[in-house]
């Protein structure tokens, strides 16, 4: 298996849907999930043709192709990448830091407290932040929350509403970890996500949400162990490979199987609530999916698990709505 880095860059605000928080227009998340990003490409798939769908699904399905989560990324203006992983769930002990004067302390406090609230890391952080002693990591910002007013018409009293985005800062955007058995399915894989970035992605696309395009002043990224062109895609392509880490990062939601909840239970997880509406060319609105939970990005397990490709139906639609949980994993080395 290959792996490639995908940068992306946003022309405009995203919204993502927050089933965490709720759901609705009010709530938004600037992060977008890997099964979310999945039914995005088989519907730009079918645009193309009912072959492209089914050759796009038993590429996921055989193994022969992957994808991670969309996590953020920031370039330097000194031309360096940063990119972030989530924080993994592990339970962590840290080492009692030494008395220090008032100030140091509230100065340390105040770093602890704004690295607590951020839900990523740099992936060549990743080692000190398990390790014992306290990390303070400066925290980045990606992008800003916008609320924007809207009006709805369609019935016969106006009635206002608003919707939340975000607009990611200059320099900031996501990226995502593109994995194929042979260069041509990432080439197929590279120009379906580039005609993606013209259609949009995650809700009120109509509204012009969600258009991006990959990023023409970055090369592809191919990440193989012993090599890198920043710091943290080196450190990406080693977790990548580390299969026999004691402990496996999932970067994508994981839908898992029956025969797996032994070795769920032996690990650190958070399951998270995916719901929301099918976009589809063969309905005129958005139709209601089932809902479904998952292990989180940021879970850890002592194996890689491979979950489920969720084949649903939907009253309404004639064709089938398909989920990714097959999932990504990141070994974990902390020695």
């Known amino acids: 298996m290959k792996y490639y880095l995908v940068p992306l860059k946003f022309l405009t605000p995203v919204h993502f849907g927050d089933a965490a928080n709720g759901g609705g227009l009010e709530k938004s998340s600037f992060a977008c999930a890997a099964d979310t990003f999945f039914s995005a490409l088989c519907n730009e798939a079918a645009a193309q ?7 796009l699904i038993d590429g996921f399905n055989s193994g022969r192709l992957q994808i ?3 996590l953020p990324y920031y370039k330097t203006q000194d031309e360096d990448m ?4 989530p924080k993994p769930l592990l339970p962590l002990e ?3 830091a030494e008395a220090k004067s008032f100030a140091e302390m509230k100065q340390a406090a105040t770093k602890l407290k704004k690295a607590k609230k ?4 740099r992936a060549s952080q990743i080692k000190k932040f398990l390790a014992p002693e306290p990390f303070l990591e400066n925290t980045q910002e990606f992008a800003v929350p916008v609320l924007s007013a809207k009006v709805n018409t369609r019935n016969a009293e106006p009635l206002p509403y608003y919707v939340a985005s975000y ?3 200059d320099n900031a955007g996501l990226y995502l970890i593109c994995g194929t058995e042979s260069d041509a399915d990432y080439e197929k894989l590279k120009a379906l996500i580039a005609s993606l970035g013209l259609s949009g992605i995650g809700g009120k696309r109509s509204g012009g ?5 990959i990023r023409d002043d970055e090369d592809d990224i191919e990440l193989a162990p012993g090599f890198g062109c920043y710091e943290d895609d080196a450190a990406l392509a080693e977790m990548l ?5 004691r402990w496996q990062m999932c970067i994508a939601p994981v839908f898992p199987k029956q025969e797996q909840i032994a070795d769920i239970k032996a690990g650190a997880y958070k399951l998270i609530k995916k719901s929301g509406f099918v976009y589809s060319l063969a309905v005129t609105n958005g139709v209601k999916r089932t809902s479904a939970y998952m292990l989180a990005e940021g879970s850890c397990f002592q194996s890689r698990l491979r979950g489920s490709l969720l084949r649903q139906a939907v009253p309404g639609l004639e064709h089938a709505v398909y989920r990714n949980g097959l999932g990504m994993f990141v070994g974990l080395k902390n020695d």
């Not at 940063?82 to 992983?85: M, V």
């Not at 951020?118 to 890391?121: C, H």
């Not at 949400?209 to 395009?213: A, M, R, S």
């Not at 490979?241 to 880490?245: I, R």
Request: aromatic residues 24%.
């Open 49 to 55: 043709s009912r072959a492209a769908v089914e050759e």
């Open 68 to 70: 991670s989560s969309l």
């Open 82 to 85: 940063y990119f972030y992983l």
């Open 94 to 96: 840290r080492n009692i």
């Open 118 to 121: 951020s839900s990523y890391v």
């Open 167 to 169: 607009r990611f800062v």
């Open 209 to 213: 949400y969600g258009k991006f395009v």
């Open 241 to 245: 490979f580390a299969e026999k880490s």
